[in-house]
């Protein structure tokens, strides 16, 4: 064999990370954005991809009440995860949509940095499930945190959104360690969520029995 020839054994061509097909996409907008062209990007892992990509849109500063709208397409993917789709399918109300360029690369300004940081310490291992299992018990976790995304309950959307973020980033990666910070951090904000919406309750039955 010659000094200089390659080795028989190609490498493996290491699969990019979500932050950099972001990064491409922001790159190449040239005017407004779809949620199709967004969808058509990502490719094969578009279906996770982009129930990473709305729970962090819905990590960002919104107006009151911007959930309700932002927490569907969460509702949308999540059910295409349980039902076993390998790519995202959008409906037509969906499918056109699209956010400004100038919108959209703020929102990646502020979703990418923040997306390295924590694909620096996610890598594929102790993944629990076989084959696509793992994405059915994700998608039903992840329907039920969307759910809540939606409702206007006062503090109660972050970190359903954020467990969520964290759930799909580590179905792409198959990171098991990410998966249990994920499904832990999904049981704290259930949590928090029962604990302000029986302190609302009871604070409601306080003030009717003040009243009558």
Known sequence: ????????????????????????????????????????????????????????????????????????????????LVWGNRRAWLPDFLKNRSISEDQFRRSMDWIIPRLV????????????????????IIGIVTLILAIVVTLPIPLGNWLPAFSTALLGLSLIERDGILLAIGGAVGVVSMAIIVFIVGAFGLAIEAAFGLLF
């Open 1 to 80: 064999m010659d000094d200089g020839q390659i080795d028989a054994a190609p490498r493996r061509r290491r699969a990019r990370r979500l932050s950099e097909l972001f990064a491409q996409l922001a790159r190449d907008a040239d005017g407004p954005v779809s949620l199709a062209a967004i969808r058509d990007a990502l490719g094969d892992r578009s279906l996770a991809a982009l129930l990473v990509l709305f729970a962090a849109f819905n990590l960002l500063p919104l107006p009151p009440g911007a959930t309700a709208i932002t927490g569907i397409p969460l509702i949308i993917f999540s059910s295409q």
């Open 117 to 136: 940081r924590i694909e620096r310490v996610i890598k594929p291992r102790y993944w629990p499930f076989w084959r696509r299992r793992g994405d059915r």
